[in-house]
């Protein structure tokens, strides 16, 4: 116990919150020995008496009955998790899971009754952290028995959003707002929701920080690495609205803050960042970009090359190839709009062949091509309804003649944005 | 087994702190008495499967210090202690912080005797004050606090962001935080332990599975019910037990094949549902029902009640209850979703498909006709559409006008000058020229149907839809379409 009040005492003194967030940590190296320190007849008094030891007045704020008694209150239920995780052959996690939601409340009812300053932020952020910890290890032991729950996670996040309130809701002047601790607790529920699948929760969290940005400081006054986990999510959110401008504005702004050797963050933002540019400008990654990522280059890369030489079977036995990790990245279904890409770039290829100048093609030429690249026979209704498709969507100017059998290319630009 | 420590009465009270809060028990364990306890106290269950908090702290005290070898002792107690506390409904009037723990599950040793009677001593023989020496520590950590705040204080914008007063910090000596800290953790408690220890979790929940708690068993005989929303807690003598209810399904069945009429059958099936989900019946009759009434409401179109029923199938698939046919049912799903066009619910279910499900033929077909609509393939859809296994054609038939616009859509605007009124027909799944005629004036555009004198020699006149004149009509229709996607009963 002795240590942990000790860095307490000294985290005040030098208003040092990552000290003080130590203290508090499931990773605290003196974790054993405080478990051991006391028991749970007398936690309560023991650890009062030693906040209480050597009363610093100058901080009557932490010093005082009241204060003491919030930082008690943690304690107390620091050592209750300490005692369920250190103290028993088999860590009952759903003990440690209620001992570090009290924990983690006692946390933000510190802030919350405005006992705590800014500098102290960082404890919030480490309760909050471990509480998501917990809850996973929680249901996933549950789940282990057979037990299909994500209820623990889902109570953490009904507890970090407390926590989000209180920062974004505090009115204190900028300087000494918790309003700085936003961005680490919005990004900490993103990636709490996007575990639970509950993707729509994350819109409500940004509706709230849109009603708010007046008094909010700007976003990139704060620290990039909460800057860039934010607009990654704001990107993916976006991207699976199909809101894929917006898409590409956030990833972008996310990819250009990352850290250069942040290897894992820039390749969940390219994951998403590519599918997004091949719909919104028809790019594709360059085997440059991709050398980094084997992962990435392995899937992506392949695709790419069938996408521009207009390889329909080949893209699709990519994408196929591909299917678990696509779908389970939630991007399966806006690559799978590449075909649309890689079949206007076959057609563009009957057309370059055909001849310069020739803007009668038959529709049996686009059928051989196709018939060819995609390996299967098709009936001429269904390269008729390619076509179609094609020229609806805008990837080609002209108009199939039913009765000669005949496409109809525009003289000019023909397949717009291609230079033919 | 030694009687519970509760049951002999009488000590623990004198035990008990005269200062203690919580109002004194005169009995212990007497049904008769305890009912006024009941009432008087501030929270009482809301269900009965409930635990008091102060049990759980019991429960988890009683642990603490417990030595291994005598866990499982201490189970057996514990489970005795708290099922006759909720057999005598005393659970919510034992004043649980003061409650005795189990011999078993106190240490030999003096101190830790001490320590389970709990509170009332002042002196903390194990308390750790910190000594003199620490105090060095500290002082060196005001040289540091000085320099910094001095340095904070010059600052010129009040508005920078507070954390950044420090670069540098010893807060590494006290813990890791850095990107592997959850590694280290999960490395320091096992990850992956499925060994299922016994537990004070355990001890509680199979206190639970005392008779106690079962749920209710209907008494009502009779076949038919009407439907009625429940307010209150259900009671067993207008529920039917399970045997009733097997023959309600014969007798339902075979009114539906005779009658035909489905809001008497839709009603009957709610409540033969209700009376299910009341008394926690779930086994194979249960996914029979479902199964019957989800292809009953397909049937008739009533997609509400089939999702209803199609999300109470996907609980019951996912438990593992044998019987019914749940890859027919997933492809209904797929399709019902390509109807409300949720893409993100579809990713989900392309990401839960096992091998096996990939096989299924209602499952591919189901599949096909999402890559076709993905794809705007309309020409396969539509030959997918004539040819869906099951009942996949009713839900089809949910979103088939909608596809069919788009599909009419793209043909007014990529061909031209015309396209022949027999292509249309065929291309969008429609049984005669009629139906599709139907389907054109329907939307505004049979204006734009012609006879066109044939070209050719053999005198027959040629039936067109002037593509460019119906692109406008067609088109608003197309967006009205996709517009309003009745999410009935979504969940």
């Not at chain 1, 942040?262 to 050398?291: G, H, V």
């Not at chain 2, 305890?34 to 008091?52: E, G, L």
């Not at chain 2, 508005?159 to 000596?173: E, F, G, H």
Request: proline fraction near 4%; aromatic fraction near 10%.
């Amino acid at each position: 116990m002795e240590s942990i009040i000790r860095a307490w005492r000294t985290a005040h003194a030098e208003e040092n919150g990552k000290l003080l967030a130590s203290t508090i940590s499931l990773t605290n190296t003196d974790l054993e020995e405080f478990a051991y320190s006391t028991n749970s007849a007398r936690v309560a008094e023991d650890i009062f008496r030693s906040l209480e030891y050597e009363n610093n007045s100058a901080r009557p704020k932490i010093t005082n009955k009241t204060g003491l008694e919030a930082w008690a209150e943690v304690y107390v239920a620091y050592w209750k998790v300490a005692q369920a995780l250190e103290r028993h052959d088999d860590v009952e996690w759903g003990q440690v899971f209620v001992n570090m939601k009290d924990l983690t409340q006692a946390v933000i009812r510190g802030f919350q009754n405005g006992l705590w300053e800014v500098w102290q932020l960082e404890i919030l952020y480490t309760a909050c952290k471990y509480l998501r910890y917990v809850a996973i290890r929680t249901d996933e032991a549950k789940r282990a028995n057979g037990e299909d729950t994500w209820k623990s996670l889902e109570d953490a996040a009904r507890i970090i959003n407390r926590a989000f309130n209180v920062c974004l809701n505090d009115r204190a002047e900028l300087a000494q707002s918790r309003k700085w601790g936003t961005y680490y607790i919005i990004n900490l529920l993103f990636k709490t929701y996007f575990k639970l699948n509950a993707i729509t929760l994350s819109k409500n969290i940004l509706k709230a920080l849109v009603a708010n940005t007046t008094e909010m400081p700007d976003l990139l006054d704060f620290r990039t690495s909460d800057v860039v986990t934010f607009k990654y999510y704001c990107g993916v959110i976006a991207f699976l609205d199909e809101d894929y401008v917006k898409a590409e504005e956030h990833l972008d702004t996310a990819y250009q803050l990352c850290h250069k050797d942040a290897q894992k963050n820039k390749e969940l933002i390219l994951t998403y960042l590519i599918p997004t540019k091949l719909l919104t400008r028809r790019q594709l990654p360059s085997a440059t970009l991709l050398k980094p990522y084997p992962l990435l280059e392995s899937l992506f890369l392949p695709l790419a090359k069938c996408i521009k030489s207009g390889d329909l079977r080949g893209y699709d036995e990519n994408l196929a190839r591909g299917e678990d990790w696509f779908v389970k990245k939630r991007i399966f279904l806006t690559l799978e709009r590449g075909r649309d890409i890689t079949l206007r770039n076959l057609f563009r290829k009957v057309y370059l062949a055909a001849g310069d100048s020739k803007t009668r093609i038959p529709v049996d030429h686009f059928k051989a091509a196709v018939s060819w690249k995609s390996g299967v026979e098709l009936e001429t209704e269904e390269v008729e309804c390619y076509l179609a498709n094609m020229i609806y969507k805008g990837y080609i100017k002209g108009y199939i003649s039913r009765e000669k059998g005949m496409v109809v290319l525009s003289g000019s630009n023909a397949f717009p944005g291609t230079g033919v | 087994m030694t009687t519970p420590p509760w049951r002999a009465a009488g000590g623990t009270a004198v035990q008990r702190p005269s200062f203690h809060p919580v109002a004194v028990r005169k009995s212990l364990g007497k049904v008769n008495n305890t009912n006024s306890y009941t009432a008087a106290q501030p929270s009482p269950p809301a269900r009965r499967t409930q635990f008091p908090d102060a049990l759980k702290a019991y429960v988890a005290r009683t642990f603490e210090d417990c030595p291994s070898e005598n866990k499982a002792e201490v189970e057996v107690s514990l489970k005795k202690i708290i099922t006759d506390a909720f057999e005598n409904e005393t659970v919510w009037t034992i004043d649980w912080a003061t409650h005795p723990l189990p011999a078993a599950a106190r240490r030999k040793s003096t101190t830790s005797d001490k320590m389970d009677i709990s509170s009332g001593d002042d002196a903390s023989p194990t308390t750790n004050t910190p000594t003199k020496g620490d105090f060095n520590t500290v002082s060196k950590g005001n040289k540091r606090k000085l320099s910094s705040r001095i340095a904070s204080d010059k600052n010129e914008f009040a508005v920078t962001r507070p954390d950044k007063k420090y670069k540098k910090t010893n807060a590494s000596d006290y813990s890791y935080e850095g990107p592997d800290a959850f590694k280290k953790l999960d490395k320091r408690y096992k990850r992956h332990q499925t060994k299922n220890v016994f537990s004070h979790y355990n001890a509680m929940q199979s206190a639970l599975d005392s008779p106690a708690f079962a749920p209710i068993v209907g008494r009502a005989t009779n076949l038919e019910k009407r439907y009625l929303r429940l307010t209150s807690a259900p009671d067993p003598d207008t529920v039917r037990p399970l045997p009733v209810l097997e023959k309600t399904l014969e007798l339902l069945k075979s009114k539906w094949k005779a009658e035909n009429n489905y809001s008497y059958i839709c009603d009957q099936f709610k409540s033969l549902r209700q009376d299910l989900t009341v008394q926690h019946i779930k086994n194979d009759f249960t996914i029979n029902v479902y199964e019957i009434h989800a292809r009953i409401a397909l049937e008739k179109a009533d997609l509400g009640e089939y999702n209803q029923c199609q999300s109470q199938l996907a609980n019951l698939y996912s438990e593992k209850i044998p019987g019914g046919h749940p890859h027919e049912f997933k492809a209904y799903r797929i399709l019902y979703l390509l109807h409300t066009c949720n893409r993100s619910n579809m990713n989900d279910i392309l990401a839960t498909l096992t091998p096996a499900e990939k096989e299924d033929r209602a499952i591919l077909h189901a599949l096909a006709v999402r890559s076709a609509v993905a794809g705007g393939n309309f020409h396969r859809f539509f030959k997918l559409y004539l040819d869906a296994p099951n009942m996949g054609g009713y839900l089809m038939d949910s979103f088939i006008d909608r596809e069919r616009l788009a599909a009419l859509a793209a043909i007014c605007k990529s061909y031209r000058p015309d396209v022949p009124f027999r292509h249309i027909t065929e291309e969008l799944g429609f049984e005669n020229d009629a139906e599709c005629e139907a389907f054109i004036v329907k939307h505004n555009a049979g204006n734009f149907i012609k006879t066109k004198e044939s070209a050719k020699e053999d005198g027959t006149n040629k039936i067109v839809l002037e593509t460019a004149k119906a692109l406008p009509t067609i088109e608003a229709a197309k967006s009205a379409a996709f517009k309003k996607v009745d999410i009935k009963g979504q969940i």
